[in-house]
């Protein structure tokens, strides 16, 4: 039997090949202060689980994948929600196909696992796990309204302190708005803004 994945009392979809949501999912959804009318950007939104919980919240939301998979779920889970007309899909490897757009919230939950073994592109995040996070890092400003904020997952195997160092590096502020054990980590969500 497939397994079942709920978003508050309604059952979403999700599509072979789709991120699941599992701990990171919720603990960044439950985490997130959205303010309304926002425009949001959903990076790697896999079954839609942010957008939605963006969309609910308030937020006009853009909703990227580089898994095609991905963006047909989240149509998908959009419209059981009753939210297709807050939740655009497009593809883009991160920031690819964004061109010359800003936002004012940046939501990302990354691939944050070492590759070591078959590539999974929604797990594995580089040879150290950081690759994809720093990528990421490296060009949010650019699509950053004024007072924009990025908010993203950090695991402990990626090392916390590296993490906000980097962030620092990249010229932004950094805190911690949640943590959470995990059976062979602990996660935490990141917020980071200019």
């Known amino acids: 039997m497939a397994p079942k994945y709920f978003f508050g009392d309604r059952k ?3 599509l072979d090949s789709v991120y699941e949501p599992r701990e990171d ?6 985490t997130i202060e959205v303010r309304p009318g926002v425009k949001a950007l959903d990076i790697g939104c896999g079954s839609g689980i942010q957008s939605i919980n963006l969309a609910l919240k308030g937020a006009e939301v ?6 095609p998979k991905a963006l047909e779920c989240t149509k998908l889970n959009a419209k ?3 939210l297709s007309e807050k939740i655009k899909t497009k593809k883009s490897d991160l920031f690819s196909a964004l061109e010359n757009k800003k936002f004012d919230l940046v939501v990302f939950n990354p691939p944050y696992l070492p590759d070591d073994g078959p590539k999974d592109e929604a797990l594995d995040g580089g040879e150290s796990g950081t690759d994809v996070i720093h ?7 650019l699509y950053l309204n004024n007072r924009g904020e990025g908010w993203f997952i950090v695991s402990s195997v990626n ?3 590296s993490m906000r160092e980097y962030s ?4 932004f502020r ?10 062979f980590e602990q996660i935490a969500v990141y917020k980071v803004f200019l």
């Open 174 to 183: 950094c805190e911690v708005k949640a943590r959470k054990k995990l059976f």
């Open 168 to 171: 620092y590096k990249r010229g």
């Open 80 to 82: 059981k929600f009753g």
């Open 159 to 161: 090392g916390f302190r």
């Open 135 to 141: 990528s990421f890092l490296d060009k949010l400003f």
């Open 62 to 67: 853009t909703a990227v994948d580089i898994n």
């Open 25 to 30: 999912s919720f603990l960044l959804a439950e």
């Open 12 to 14: 979403l979809e999700v």
